[in-house]
């Protein structure tokens, strides 16, 4: 009976998980460019896409100022997140995923957190398109340069990238500076396992970006 009794609360308890994912649905923004067209393929499960126009294109769209002006949400939202893994509340840590990513669908961590968490819930085919897309997404950065010159820096568009790949790293920053010999980028200097290291970031489209939105920086 105690056997029975605790199939079937585990039972319950995966069916709430499910439920929950399953009314969390994320919001594709209206606009009519590319990258709304992107996330609407990605949302479709086509996520055989050039990653790297995908990530260049949230800059030229209209979102990315919605998102801009979001960015102390999705800092609470990503804290959140992170707070309730503590916690295992998986139906709230997939809508919190997906509020990040109905923002910003290029955030690298909350593609991670969602596809982690769809994993545990037994949801697989789901968790299999949101590594597809993470790891798109992380691809189209670290396989265009090998970071270790300002010249053979990896692109990013958003600092966010930067330390999701330093976090991937297992690397704590020590210095950040920017530099402009051989290329536009930011010198990360870090300590890792293995000793201190240096990585590079190309940061054109950020500043582009900080254009956009009318910033100096």
């Known amino acids: 009976m105690r056997k029975l009794l605790y199939f079937l609360g585990s039972l319950f308890l995966s069916l709430t998980w499910i439920a929950g994912h399953s009314q969390t649905q994320i919001v594709i923004p209206g606009f009519k460019d590319k990258y709304c067209d ?37 800092d609470s939202l990503e804290k959140k997140m992170f707070s309730l893994m503590n916690q295992a509340d998986y139906p709230e840590i997939i809508r919190i995923a997906k509020a990040m990513l109905s923002i910003d669908y290029t955030s690298l961590i909350a593609h991670k957190i969602l596809r982690q968490t769809l994993q545990l819930i037994g949801d697989t085919a789901n968790a299999r398109k949101y590594k597809t897309i993470q790891f798109g997404l992380l691809n189209s950065i670290v396989r265009n340069g090998n970071g270790k010159t300002c010249a053979t820096a990896w692109p990013v568009i958003q600092l966010s990238e930067e330390y999701f790949i330093l976090r991937m790293l297992g690397a704590v920053l020590k210095r950040q500076s920017l530099e402009q010999t051989g290329g536009f980028c930011d010198k990360m200097e870090v300590t890792t396992n293995e000793g201190d290291k240096t990585f590079y970031f190309e940061v054109t489209k950020v500043f582009e970006g900080y254009r956009k939105l009318g910033r100096k920086e």
């Not at 990605?42 to 919605?66: N, V």
């Open 38 to 74: 992107y996330v609407k393929k990605l949302e479709a499960g086509q996520t055989d896409i050039d990653y790297r126009d995908f990530r260049y294109s949230f800059i030229d769209s209209e979102q990315f100022k919605i998102a801009s002006a979001k960015s102390s949400l999705l």
